[in-house]
């Protein structure tokens, strides 16, 4: 079954706070995305991870970080977590070369107090 | 550098109208092109793609787009909407040989019964 799992799918949060959010992939894809998804703003790409431990800013990096030590798996952190970055966050994979073709985990609504 | 508009924040049809969604697109050469669909809560899905060939590519529930170089447009179709199509639309670019994803906006669809 292919799939991309999120975890959690709902947080709730104080500002300053530490964040992890986790998402995983069944389908050994190399290629996987964070994205942020605010109203009016459609999706923006935070980092992509080619392969383990290949990891490349997207257009806004700017205060999170991410992980990939395994293939199936990345991780997207906030270290101390502002009240800007609440928004629902997205994870997705991708075969190979085929970046667009994207298979998207249901998301992550954080909210940051 | 790339560039895609989905000049329609918001469309509204009734139940078993025809629809199109349009979308423009700015690149040199020849993009791929995609359409995905997000449903309430939930994460984005491919709807269908071209690659090259036919202008007219076939997607899911009976959606459709047409390629035209000439207008530098990817429309999507469907010849009779249900209640259910109701979601969000989102044209996506990717260039040829990169990494490079551009995602519209997206149109909000809603289909009044």
């Known amino acids: 079954d292919m799939k991309v799992t999120q975890m959690p799918r709902y947080l709730i949060k104080r500002m300053g706070e530490n964040v992890l959010l986790e998402c995983g992939q069944d389908?050994?894809?190399?290629?996987m995305y964070w994205y942020r998804q605010d109203p009016g703003l459609g999706l923006q790409l935070i980092y992509i991870?080619?392969?383990?431990?290949?990891?490349s800013e997207g257009d806004i990096p700017k205060g999170y970080r991410v992980s990939r030590k395994k293939r199936e798996h990345f991780s997207l952190i906030l270290d101390s977590a502002k009240t800007n970055q609440t928004s629902v966050y997205f994870c997705?994979?991708?075969?190979?070369?085929?970046?667009?073709?994207?298979?998207f985990g249901p998301g992550t609504r954080l909210t940051v107090l | 550098a790339q560039s895609v508009t989905q000049p329609d924040a918001r469309v509204t049809v009734s139940e078993g109208a025809s629809l199109q969604l349009r979308c423009k697109y700015s690149?040199?050469?020849?993009?791929?092109l995609f359409w995905y669909v997000q449903y309430p809560r939930q994460g984005l899905q491919l709807l269908l793609k071209?690659?090259?060939?036919?202008?007219v590519v076939q997607g899911v529930n009976g959606f459709e787009a047409e390629f035209s170089k000439s207008n530098s447009s990817f429309h999507l179709r469907k010849a009779s909407v249900h209640w259910s199509d109701s979601a969000v639309y989102f044209c996506v670019l990717s260039a040829p040989n990169t990494n490079k994803v551009v995602f519209g906006t997206g149109t909000r669809l809603q289909v009044l019964p």
């Open positions: 389908m050994s894809h190399e290629t």
């Open positions: 997705a994979s991708a075969p190979g070369q085929n970046y667009a073709e994207q298979f």
């Open positions: 071209y690659y090259s060939g036919d202008p």
């Open positions: 991870s080619y392969d383990v431990d290949s990891n």
């Open positions: 690149y040199s050469g020849t993009p791929y």
